[in-house]
């Protein structure tokens, strides 16, 4: 079992930058693969990032890619995503996730993580 808590977001102006990190309890955080997600006002939630369980393999989805950064410590037990350059459209609720990598299917879905964050609020004004 393991326990995520975001943190980090709050109210920026576009072009302005957030880090939201993501703080995990349990064991054996290194073999989990962890990925954020958003989900906007009236919106599906939508991948946004994924890192391996040894950091070494990122993917972004392509709206963020060249302003974002995933990054995690697993000394630390804790993930980040670093938002750049950020965009009114960002606006999203953030949730980090954990994936024991015992489902299959596409990094992108939400039925491969298996445990969530509460989520954390994220407004970019224009």
């Known amino acids: 079992q393991v326990q995520l808590v975001e943190s980090g977001g709050g109210l920026v102006q576009a072009g302005a930058s957030l880090r939201l990190s993501c703080a995990a309890s349990g064991r054996a955080f290194s073999s989990y693969a962890m990925g954020w997600f958003r989900q906007a006002p009236g919106k599906e939630r939508e991948f946004v990032a994924r890192i391996s369980g040894s950091g070494f393999t990122t993917y972004y989805t392509d709206s963020v890619k060249g302003r974002f950064t995933i990054s995690r410590d697993n000394a630390k037990n804790t993930m980040a995503l670093q938002m750049n350059s950020l965009k009114p459209e960002d606006t999203a609720v953030y949730y980090c996730?954990?994936?024991?990598?015992?489902?299959?299917?596409?990094?992108?879905?939400?039925?491969?993580?298996?445990?969530w964050g509460q989520g954390t609020q994220v407004t970019v004004s224009s």
């Open positions: 996730a954990a994936d024991r990598q015992l489902i299959s299917g596409s990094y992108t879905r939400e039925r491969k993580y298996e445990f």
